[in-house]
C-alpha cells in the first residue's frame, strides 16, 4: 500500500494535499499531443511525471501505449479492439505470433498507423476474459519493465481490467498507481512520464481520488 500524503511529502515531492480537479485543470502540450478532452493532473515522483488525462489512448504520441490484453493476444472488444481499428490488423498479426504469454506477462509489438511507437501488451486476464487484483498488478509491473528494457521515456496506460475483465475502477486504481510508485521508488528508470488515460470523467475522478486519498 502506499503511504499517506504527509508520509509521502517527506520522503518525496508528493504534495501534502493533492488539488482538485477544479484547482489543477491544464491542457496538454508536446508530444502527448493529441487527445481529446484535453484535461489532467500531474505530480511528480522523483525525475518521473505522473499524468491523469481524459481521452482516447489511441492518439496519444507516447513511446509506448499499453493494451489491456487478453493472454491470447487476440484483439477483439474494448482497448484492443479500439488499438486494432486505428492502429491496423498488422498489430494483432503480430501479437498473436509472439503468444500467447503467462496472465499477468506483457510482451512488445510495433504500434502500426498509432501515433505511438510500440504498443505493450499487457495480459490483465485470460482468455476467457476474467481477470483479478495480482493479474492486473503483475500486468502492470511488467509493461514497466518492458518498457524500460527498450528504454523508453514515456508510457500510457488505460486501466486495466475494468472494461471487458469488468474489474472494478477503484480497486484497479489502487493496484495500479501502488505498482507504479514502487518502480518509480526502486530503480533508476527510464520513464520520464507516466500517464493514465481514462475513457470518461467518473473513471478520471476515480484515479484522481486515489491520488488524492494516498489510496486508502
Not at 80 to 103: Q, T
Not at 178 to 204: G, N, Y
Request: glycine share 10%; charged share 25%.
Amino acid at each position: 500500500m502506499l503511504e499517506p500524503p504527509g508520509e509521502r511529502a517527506r520522503k518525496g515531492n508528493w504534495p501534502e494535499r493533492f488539488p482538485s480537479l477544479s484547482e489543477k485543470v491544464r491542457h496538454l502540450d508536446g508530444s502527448l499531443r493529441p487527445i481529446s478532452r484535453e484535461t489532467a493532473m500531474e505530480y511528480c515522483r522523483r525525475s518521473t511525471s505522473l499524468r491523469l488525462v481524459q481521452g482516447d489512448i489511441t492518439k496519444v504520441k507516447a513511446d509506448a501505449i499499453v493494451n489491456a490484453a487478453n493472454n491470447r493476444l487476440w484483439m477483439g472488444a474494448g482497448v484492443a479492439g479500439a488499438i486494432k481499428r486505428r492502429g491496423g490488423e498488422a498489430i494483432e498479426r503480430e501479437a498473436v505470433s509472439k503468444g500467447p504469454i503467462e496472465v499477468g506477462e506483457a510482451m512488445v509489438t510495433e504500434a502500426g498507423e498509432l501515433s505511438a511507437r510500440h504498443v505493450i501488451h499487457a495480459a490483465a486476464m485470460g482468455q476467457d476474459l476474467v481477470t483479478s487484483e495480482e493479474a492486473i498488478r503483475q500486468a502492470t509491473r511488467n509493461s514497466l519493465l518492458r518498457a524500460e528494457e527498450l528504454g523508453l521515456a514515456s508510457i500510457a496506460f488505460p486501466a486495466l481490467g475494468t472494461g471487458v475483465g469488468g474489474f472494478p475502477l477503484k480497486d484497479a486504481a489502487r493496484v495500479m498507481l501502488d505498482e507504479i510508485v514502487h518502480h518509480v521508488d526502486e530503480r533508476k528508470t527510464s520513464l520520464k512520464e507516466i500517464l493514465f488515460v481514462l475513457f470518461d470523467a467518473p473513471a478520471l475522478e476515480i484515479f484522481a481520488s486515489a491520488l488524492r486519498g494516498g489510496l486508502s
